[in-house]
């Protein structure tokens, strides 16, 4: 986790420089096969708080954001993005992302804004062993009935 941390500030300083960066937006199959069995780990770009979740092909993504352990975190993609949803449907919180590479580096920007969100990259399958930990939720894939959300599904 240190070479990631440096890896991830040594890229925010060139973002934050202006130095180009060749990157390719993915689409949403192409996010769901980089990520579908494998970790996204990195850095949060506003608090530099980790975040580190292992991607399961049922839609859980156990692990943890910001050092509080994941208990509920589901994901999926749409056409041009990433979803993550928490939560029961009556509560539940979604967060979009569009998803950016540039080599090993990984750009994740909030959608529809196109704030950087954080910087990540993939570690392949599950190093951390968080499928051992406790993950015993079910995703159920609804985001576009999260209030408020109701156009998600068709974007």
């Not at 990157?23 to 069995?37: M, N």
Request: hydrophobic letters at 35%.
């Amino acid at each position: 986790m240190v070479r990631l941390a440096r890896i991830v500030a040594a890229a925010l300083g060139l973002l934050a420089a202006g130095q180009a960066m060749a990157v390719e937006r993915l689409t949403g199959e192409q996010i769901k096969q980089l990520f579908e069995g494998n970790t996204v780990s990195g850095r949060y770009s506003g608090s530099n708080l980790p975040f580190s979740e292992y991607h399961h092909a049922d839609g859980r993504a156990s692990g943890h954001n910001r050092h509080v352990t994941n208990t509920d975190a589901c994901w999926i993609t749409t056409p041009d993005a990433v979803c993550y949803y928490y939560g029961p449907q009556e509560k539940r919180r979604t967060y979009c992302f569009t998803i950016e590479t540039s080599g090993d580096l990984i750009v994740i920007r909030n959608r529809p804004s196109g704030r950087i969100n954080g910087l990540a990259r993939i570690e392949k399958g599950d190093p951390y062993n968080y499928t051992a930990k406790k993950s015993d939720w079910v995703c159920d894939g609804l985001i576009s009935q999260v209030p408020g959300r109701s156009q998600l599904a068709r974007r």
